[in-house]
């Protein structure tokens, strides 16, 4: 090796060892993947807001049904059960069918057989985007029923 630089030193040659360059490629990989972490929690968060406020849109635009509903007795507890469960809903229906294509797109990677997949951290992660959905949910429904409801109906 000492040989080939000594004499190919005029055309830039430089022998690295085989595990050192694979190291600078590890680093340069691990660089990336911690940024697009990043960027992917940045999104969550930002999606998890943009959801509060088109959760508390659609129940503002709904406050006539809502007040509908309680007119004909419905208690506002079961408004606010009723409208969380199905959020809920969509949100955990949401959550399985991006989960599935995402597995559906790595799919040939795991089945290559060198893949450490991080299932912990992914379900943790998947918990979270649905608990703060909920949480999102449960935020908006509180701000819409303490509101009295009937003057929407009157309104409408």
Avoid: K
């Avoid at 940024?35 to 930002?46: A, S, Y």
């Avoid at 991006?98 to 912990?120: C, D, Y």
């Amino acid at each position: 090796m000492q040989e080939l630089e000594r004499t190919l030193a005029g055309f830039g040659f430089d022998a690295v060892p085989t595990a050192q360059r694979l190291q600078a490629f590890q680093a340069v990989e691990n660089t990336y993947l911690g940024t697009f972490q990043t960027l992917g929690g940045l999104g969550l968060l930002l999606g998890t807001l943009g959801l509060s406020v088109v959760l508390l849109r659609n129940l503002l635009e709904r406050r006539g049904e809502l007040a509908t509903m309680q007119a004909i007795g419905f208690w506002r507890r079961a408004l606010a059960w009723l409208v969380v469960a199905e959020n809920s809903l969509l949100l955990v229906a949401g959550v399985a069918v991006g989960a599935a294509s995402a597995l559906v797109a790595v799919s040939p990677h795991l089945h290559g057989g060198h893949a450490l997949v991080p299932w912990l951290s992914l379900g943790l992660t998947l918990l979270l985007v649905l608990a703060a959905g909920t949480l999102a949910s449960l935020a908006a429904v509180r701000r819409v029923t303490r509101e009295e409801l009937l003057p929407a109906l009157r309104g409408s």
